[in-house]
C-alpha cells in the first residue's frame, strides 16, 4: 500500500490501492509505504476479524511497514495526522 505524496494535506488523495486483497500463506504480510514527505501519519486498523490484532502504525516520510494478517476477514484500516483516509484488506484462505 502506498501513501502517496500530500494526502495529509489533500482530502481528494486515497491510499494506492484503496483495497486489497491477500491469500493466507502466499501474500498476507502488507507493506505500507509512506511517500508523503510533508507530515508523519498514524495507520490504525479499525475494524479487523475476531481474534485478530490491532495495529498503530507511526508512520514518517519515506519510511514503510509491514503487518502479516493470518486470520480470513476484513480488515479496516485509516491514516490520521491530519486527514482520514480510508481502506481495506481481505484476507482468504488458499484454495
Not at 46 to 55: K, L, R, T
Not at 73 to 78: H, I, N, V
Request: with cysteine; charged share 5%.
Amino acid at each position: 500500500m502506498t501513501i502517496p505524496q500530500g494526502v495529509g494535506t489533500n482530502s481528494n488523495i486515497h491510499f494506492q490501492p484503496p483495497s486489497l486483497t491477500v491469500v493466507i500463506g502466499i501474500n498476507n504480510t502488507v507493506g505500507w509505504n509512506d511517500l508523503d514527505t510533508t507530515t508523519a501519519h498514524i495507520v490504525s486498523s479499525v475494524s479487523v476479524p475476531p481474534n485478530s490484532i490491532q495495529w498503530n502504525l507511526n508512520m514518517t516520510g519515506g519510511n514503510s511497514y509491514c503487518v502479516t494478517l493470518s486470520i480470513p476477514g476484513t480488515y479496516s484500516y485509516e491514516l490520521r495526522l491530519p486527514a482520514v483516509v480510508v481502506g481495506i484488506i481481505i484476507v482468504k484462505t488458499a484454495g
